[in-house]
């Protein structure tokens, strides 16, 4: 495990991973590399990923402006404006390296990271006049995506079953444009989405989080209504102490523990108190994906930096050395800054092509990690 994580980012992992997927004769990023870190061949790029290492390198121009983020942010930002972008202003889900049209819906995940990448470049690069595509982005989520039973349609078809994630997503965008824009409007989408959480997706009764539900968000039937990925009560269990420094309600803090709560005592590898965070679990805390992806791993050490810099950690918490000690211990090579995605149940590799979105979940985790000097 490196000693400084933010020399560690800056002289390894960025100049890697910049190398391997922002290609400046090819156009957008590469989306997936195989176990031999060499990239998976394939004319598709996405919005989502276009916009999600946007935030990756633009994060690591402000942890370090000498090295290469910024010229791989503004690579990434050149296609998410002029091949994922149409000539109607309207995000599409998918196009290919020329900018053809694979999947022409409008996705509300898509967008929240849209508007979380262009609010990064913003931060990193000094140029505001991406905030006026993030302001006409947040205009067509309100007009064409708004639902009148609280939050917005998944996409422009209209598909079913609705999700927390995208709207968890939004919240974290609202948020960085809220610093960044300095614009009210912003904090009040941000006060929306929160609303949101506490009216519909936070089920009180367990101190968890749903993931799928119908139009009227009540619990999807079947399975699905009682999923719950203990990756996503950390991540949430985040932002919400990221709501309360940024505003002052602390009245968010308490379904925050809670959540972490529920994370930490169903969530966790059992065999270990303090082991790698699960995939999936039930609203009983039922073990449903005894699988171990990289993210949630991420998310478990942005919510236990949080809780340590508010006052609300607890002894029984892992620490941040614990998850960072997991991540490097098991996932992240730290001579190369490649890494893997998954560890079975049993806790062995899963050897498979990675997907490169997944960075944005592990620079910020390290970039928070290094901004608390959570050394302990």
């Not at 930002?77 to 819906?105: K, Y």
Request: net charge negative; proline share 7%.
């Amino acid at each position: 495990m490196p000693v400084d994580i933010k020399a560690w980012i800056g002289a390894t992992f960025v100049p890697a991973w910049a190398a391997a997927v922002a290609d400046p004769q090819t156009p957008g990023f590469v989306e997936w590399m195989r176990p031999d870190f060499t990239p998976v061949p394939g004319e598709k790029r996405t919005t989502l990923v276009t916009a999600r290492l946007i935030h990756v390198f633009s994060h690591a121009h402000c942890l370090d402006p000498a090295g290469p983020g910024l010229a791989a942010a503004r690579h990434g930002l050149d296609f998410l404006l002029n091949a994922c972008r149409g000539p109607d202003g309207r995000f599409r889900h998918a196009v290919t390296v020329s900018g053809a049209v694979l999947d022409g819906r409008s996705d509300l995940y898509d967008l929240a990271f849209v508007l979380f990448g262009l609010g990064w470049y913003a931060r990193a690069s000094g140029d505001r006049s991406v905030l006026a595509v993030a302001d006409a982005v947040a205009g067509f989520i309100d007009a064409e995506l708004a639902d009148a039973a609280g939050g917005f349609a998944e996409d422009t078809l209209g598909t079913l079953p609705r999700r927390q994630n995208p709207h968890m997503h939004l919240l974290e965008a609202f948020l960085l444009l809220a610093e960044v824009a300095q614009g009210g409007a912003w904090g009040r989408r941000a006060e929306a989405m929160v609303a949101l959480f506490r009216a519909h997706l936070f089920d009180a009764e367990t101190g968890s989080i749903g993931e799928f539900f119908d139009v009227r968000w009540r619990p999807a039937p079947g399975a699905a209504g009682t999923l719950r990925e203990p990756g996503h009560h950390f991540e949430w269990c985040w932002l919400l102490h990221q709501h309360a420094r940024l505003t002052g309600d602390d009245t968010v803090l308490d379904p925050a523990d809670r959540l972490f709560d529920f994370g930490c005592a169903h969530g966790l590898e059992p065999h270990h108190p303090r082991g790698a965070a699960l995939d999936e679990v039930d609203r009983a805390g039922r073990v449903v994906r005894p699988t171990k992806l990289l993210w949630p791993q991420t998310e478990l050490l942005k919510a236990v930096v949080a809780r340590r810099e508010s006052g609300r950690g607890k002894p029984t918490d892992p620490t941040p050395v614990d998850v960072l000690g997991i991540i490097f211990g098991h996932y992240v090579d730290a001579a190369t800054g490649r890494w893997l995605n998954q560890l079975d149940a049993a806790g062995e590799p899963v050897t498979a092509d990675a997907p490169v979105r997944v960075l944005y979940h592990l620079m910020f985790a390290l970039a928070e990690y290094a901004r608390a000097g959570a050394g302990a």
